[in-house]
């Protein structure tokens, strides 16, 4: 299989203020790989791909997504986000309108799509997260995982070439975590290339081709899963694993 | 033992019929206290004579008095000047919250500029000093001052508006490939609407309110129009007594219509 790289991070760097956040962060995510990002919490993984579609800026090294070089107020950034969808773990999604609207707002401002060839991708969609029902009611009357599921139908309406995760289930009470998760392994399952910065192991160990470690703003560790879960190369891993595992 | 009496006392003020006897009281003692009060001065009350003031029925029918027509110009005003103050308040806050280290620096200078000279002196300004140099009339003077004067104060109201909404619809809004534009127009500022309404309301009052100073530079407004009156008729206490009854009521529809519309956009979101 011929590889086609998609995120190119090459010595990237990242400070806030005095804080380094990132470190000389080196990282190739293929087309149609499935990569999931772990670590412990400060260790940088929000940071890194909030960086890949430019929410952040990185101050060293060179970072390319898409063929583009990322870089402040790079005139092709907006092209890039429409092309880049983003899950977060607030879900984010936009209060004020219907559940129909989110979905449609940005294929038609953005990508000036028709309302008629808009909606029929959202309910398409909305299909695929399993929600069609309800397509007129408004975000706050939706349980969080419903919401976290129309947040992904979101981003998939702009039909983005990769998906980044951020946390996804993080805030989410546990009985709704499960259905999210169904819902990412079904992308996985289309081909769709992830980036996903989780703790859900199970999901890790079910989807992932690639497994990060990060620690204090470096990458510690990638390695695939097998080798990762079974016998990591790393100490830290090790250690991290075993502090998530044992519950 | 001393809460449980205040406690008791509190709720026994706020019956009711507690409350509104003793509201009618208050009332009656300054009714009562500026009644003998002008009687002791030998003030002639000449209450019969305002509604002619106000409105009158002739064979053509009904005819707005002087005092009608000054609130008609007074609700003009107001309005033509809220709608600049709003524009120009709204860029304002787009200017300081543009993220350019210019933008920022004009408006945090016009904000200062502004709120810092008495709105007396920048009447003064718009009609003795810019108005002779670009040469616009007493009316035009007036509306730019209140415009100017109130943008200060609005501007505000939308920074605090917009800042109210969570980052995260910034960056989902982004993450979607909207420009900074299109984030406002279709995200941000339909959720600061619900933000900024009950400080608008205030504001709208207080320039109601501020629009009386244009009275100085003889704009035929609703003070303006009191003044006249009185400078023919010498009824100073029933007309201003009228006047501010008239500014009160204006008032007061405006607060009340705006609560409802608030409830409205609560129940929306």
Sequence with gaps: MVQTPIIIAEGVGKYFGDFKALTDVDLIVNQGERVVICGPSGSGKSTLIRCFNGL??????????????????????????????MVFQQFNLFPHLTILENLIIGPMKVRKQSRAAAEATARKYLERVRIPEQADKRPAQLSGGQQQRVAIARALCMQPRVMLFDEPTSALDPEMIGEVLDVMVELAETGMTMV???????????????????????????SPPETFFTAPKSQRARVFLDQILEH | MRMAALFTLKRVLNAPAVAVSLYAVIVAAIAWASYTGAQQMGYNWQWYQVPGYIYTFT??????????TGLWATILLSLTCFLLATLLGLGVALLRLSGLIVGRAVAIGYLEFVRNIPLLVLLYLFYYVLGPIFGFDRWAAAVLTLSVYHSALISEIFRAGINSVAVGQWEAAASIGMSRAQ???YIILPQSVRFMLPPLTG????????????SVIAVAELTTVGRNIISDTYMSFEIWFTVAAVYLALTLVLSFGVSA???????ET
């Design chain 1, 196 to 222: 996903v910065v989780t703790h859900e192991m199970g999901f890790a160990r079910k989807v992932a081709d690639t497994m990060v470690f990060m620690e204090a703003g470096r990458i510690v560790e990638v």
């Design chain 2, 59 to 68: 064979d053509d029918g009904f005819q707005a008095g002087e005092i009608l």
């Design chain 2, 203 to 214: 504001e709208i009052v207080n320039l109601i309110k501020s629009s009386a100073i244009v």
């Design chain 2, 183 to 185: 984030a406002y127009r």
């Design chain 2, 261 to 267: 519309l608030e409830r409205r956009f609560a129940t």
């Design chain 1, 56 to 85: 952040e800026n990185h101050d060293t090294g060179r970072l390319c997504v898409d063929g583009m070089e990322l870089r402040e107020d790079a005139p092709g950034m907006r092209q890039l986000r429409q092309d880049v969808g």
